[in-house]
């Protein structure tokens, strides 16, 4: 059978289809569960498994962050494909013995490099059944061979004893009237454990007086046509899978005169099929329930008159654990987090890894707020307690959310995400925490939905605002610089600070729109500046995860005519912490193409001195805090240290933040050689700029 048998054909999608039309797709379908994308030219890139596009969809609000995204984010960029040319038969081999976790997503099927249909685990159960099924169509045909053979060929004996004995299947003739056995071929020897010479011509009761164990096989009172599945053990104490099928074969007048029994041992059919069925619903990894079976248990405890608890847990630091010993101590890790889940769970509860260092747990119950909570801190506290692998102790924690049916939700999908919510509460609560679903979360929801909806609207249509904040150099109180600083005219609320939405903006993608915004504006308004003027941008470490933020920043550059010499690029530690890498890629290519790049904050991270020697700035910021608490020994101390470090490496300084003379006569003193803050000028739009600059 070629692999195109298997396939059905489902239309793709592209790479930057949209996340909410999958979603419709997906509700408008329920009983689509894969979905192919495909390049132009029609080869397969990347498969969608509805399962975990919801879990994905639903997760740490990803409808909000995934909807408007291309749908490449969401697909698994390495299914399983395979030519339609195929043989079934070698695809499940292989598949098997080779790659059987990979069997868990579904498969493409492809035709010349074509897209051609998919297929999934199911396709191939089902085909293994249509293959049995074939098989018992092929012995039927066989008996019915059998019996126009004895009407025509009755006196040919040695022609049907050579065809039965060569037949693989048991064969087993006996009198419609005395049941006495008149063919017995080998491979009924085998099954039955006893000679041919044994059984012919005794009676079925003789040779097998109790109806047990292979005495069931044979058992001769079926009636014609019937076939029966049953499981035996055979003389090993193994257990055997055999079905039997009984034909009557009836004279010239219709009478029955024989009673042919053919059984057909399918124990490794049925190995198989179980083994597809565990590849289906288990973690390859850890042995637990996988996302697919989480997906049904919780939909059936969910139905009308269901109850019960969903916890989500994720681990707390496992990311640090495979940076510092390897992937292979982090698979071996979860492997005990799965051994312990175990041990703190009852009969009847499902526990499931659902992907990476997520796992979740179903009870069948919906307990008392304070059971709820003794349990799922006992899990926590179970969790955190040390792990030994291969002579190291690992510390990890968990984080856990959960959300009860249907005191909480009335869907299996609202009540995953309120689990995810509570979750997401209860890592910000400093992590290694259980937090539950209460009403107030989401209230917070719904507002943070409304604001992200308002942020976005108000960055498409020119709803920010730049205030502007001088920077002097110390030496004279000359301006020599600006800050561009982004306020959000907000119709309600007035003008927001970016302290109130800037955290909003990372979390749900949109600093990238809006930090392109505030670069583009502040270049175009910097660029009417008199020629020394510098301008400084703050950058967010998430916007560092844009490969072709250096492009951007370079094309924004080139459309306003600003010159990149006088850009002066703000960033924190958080940018070198963070995939450390691939951001001082992106630090390069912008200084490269004449950036200035100055590390803000300046003091307060822990690891502040190992960067200046890992990447050549151009200026450092002293944190605001310090200055704030210049009056104090410890802070002048701190200043003091960080200006003669800069000034040993020709770095210059700014001190943030100064609010008073006597803040701006020591910091020239100690060296600082450019200073900003209220004392000097607070921020302010760009008129106010224009003013400083005309009465200068």
Known sequence: MLMRSLATYVPACAPETRGAVILELFQNAPDLTLVPVVDDAGGAVGLIEREMFFLRIAGKFGHALFAGRPVSLLMDARPMVVEASVALADFMADTLSIRPSEMQNGFIVTENGKYSGVGSILDLVRAAHAHAQRSADALRQVTEQLQAANDRISRDKLFIDTVVQNIPSAVIVMSAQDRRLAVVNRAAEKILGLARADMLGRELGEIFPAEEGVACLVRGDGASGSEDEQTIQDQDGNERHFVTR??????????????????????????????????????????????????????????????????????????AVNDVYGHAMGDHLLRLVAQRLRSVSREGELIARLGGDEFAIIWSSAPAPDELARRANGIVETLSLPYVIDGQHVVIGASIGSACFPVDAARSETLLQYADMALYRAKNRGRN???????????????????????????????????????YRAADNAICGCEALVRWRHPGRGLVAPDEFIGLAEE????????????????????????????????????????????????????????????????????????????????????????????????????????????????????????????????????????????????????????????LSWLREVGCAEVQGFFLARPGPADMIHALLNAS
């Not at 042919?260 to 973690?283: F, S, Y």
């Not at 937090?435 to 992200?452: C, I, K």
Request: hydrophobic letters at 45%; glycine letters at 8%; proline letters at 3%.
């Open 246 to 319: 009984q034909t009557d074969i009836a004279d010239e007048t219709g009478a029955a005169l024989w009673s042919l029994c053919v059984i057909e041992d399918v124990t490794g059919n049925r190995q198989a099929q179980a083994r597809i069925e565990r590849l289906a619903h288990c973690d390859a990894l850890t042995g637990l329930a996988n996302r697919s079976l989480f997906g049904l248990v919780l939909a059936r405890m969910c139905a009308p008159g269901g109850s019960g608890t969903l916890l989500i847990i994720d681990l707390d630091y496992f990311k």
């Open 433 to 471: 925490k259980f937090q539950a679903f209460t009403a107030e979360l989401y209230d917070e929801l719904q507002s943070r939905v409304r604001n992200e909806r308002e942020l976005r609207n108000a960055i498409a249509t020119e709803g920010l605002l730049l205030h502007f904040q001088p920077m």
């Open 508 to 663: 749900c993608g949109a600093i990238h729109e809006l930090g392109e915004w505030v670069l583009r504006a502040a270049c175009r308004e910097a660029a009417a500046w008199p020629g020394q003027m510098k301008l400084a941008v703050n950058v967010s470490p998430v916007q560092f995860r844009d490969p072709k933020l250096a492009l951007r920043v370079a094309s924004v550059l080139a459309e306003t005519g600003f010159p990149a010499q006088r850009l002066e690029i703000e960033i924190t530690e958080n940018v070198l912490l963070n995939n450390d890498s691939a951001n001082k890629k992106i630090l390069a290519a912008l200084s490269a193409m004449g950036c200035s790049v100055v590390l803000d904050d300046f003091g307060v991270g822990y690891s502040s001195l190992g960067y200046l020697g890992s990447f050549n700035f151009q200026k450092i910021k002293i944190d605001r805090s310090f200055i704030n608490d210049s009056s104090t020994k410890r802070a002048r101390g701190i200043i003091q240290a960080i200006t003669g470090l800069a000034r040993s490496m020709d770095i210059p300084t700014t001190a943030e933040g100064v609010e008073t003379a006597e803040q």
